[in-house]
Every structure is written in structure tokens, then in C-alpha cells.
């Protein structure tokens, strides 16, 4: 099962957030970041989901990465740091 293979399997508006938690993750553009960085896509977040009410709840939790974590897409560093797994420095 390939690390994508979760997005066939999931719901429509789950699909939705497992698809652009990577895109907020990809354009901070550092292979290191803090739950902060994350929090900065809420209002794009939020106009990809307008009908959510917690967007800011979900980014602010960190849930969504919990699951990028899970998926092995990237790695718990300390409280609120995270790393992408297989991206380095200058990337």
C-alpha cells in the first residue's frame, strides 16, 4: 500500500484535508516547521472548506499533521516541530 493509497479510502471532505495539509506543508518550503507555520494557511483553508466551521481548530491542534505524521509523510520533532521526511536543508 503506497503512502497515498488512504486518500481512495476516505471520505470526500477527509480526502479534501488529506490532499491540502501537504500543499500547506510543501509551500512553507523548509524541511523543518512549527505548528505556527501550519496556522498561517488557515484562511486559505478555510476558503477551501467554507462550509467547516473548525478550520481553525483543526490547524491549530495540529490534527492534520498528526495523520501526515502517521502516514510517515513526516515526523513529530519536539512540541509544535515537525520535520519532512526526505526533504533536506535547501530544498
Known amino acids: ?6 486518500v481512495k479510502s476516505t471520505n470526500i471532505e477527509a480526502k479534501g484535508w ?5 500543499v500547506c506543508v510543501e509551500r ?3 524541511p ?3 505548528l505556527d507555520d501550519v496556522c498561517v494557511f488557515e484562511a486559505y483553508l478555510q476558503t477551501k472548506h467554507p ?6 481548530a ?3 491542534s495540529g490534527q492534520q499533521l498528526q495523520i501526515l505524521r502517521n502516514k510517515g509523510l513526516i515526523r513529530f520533532v519536539w512540541r509544535g516541530m515537525y520535520w519532512v ?3 533536506v536543508a535547501g530544498s
Request: proline residues 3%; glycine residues 6%.
Open 1 to 6: 500500500m503506497g503512502q497515498t493509497a488512504f
Open 18 to 22: 488529506s490532499l491540502d495539509a501537504p
Open 28 to 30: 512553507i518550503k523548509k
Open 32 to 34: 523543518e516547521f512549527t
Open 51 to 56: 462550509l467547516n466551521r473548525n478550520v481553525r
Open 58 to 60: 483543526k490547524t491549530q
Open 85 to 87: 521526511v526526505g526533504m
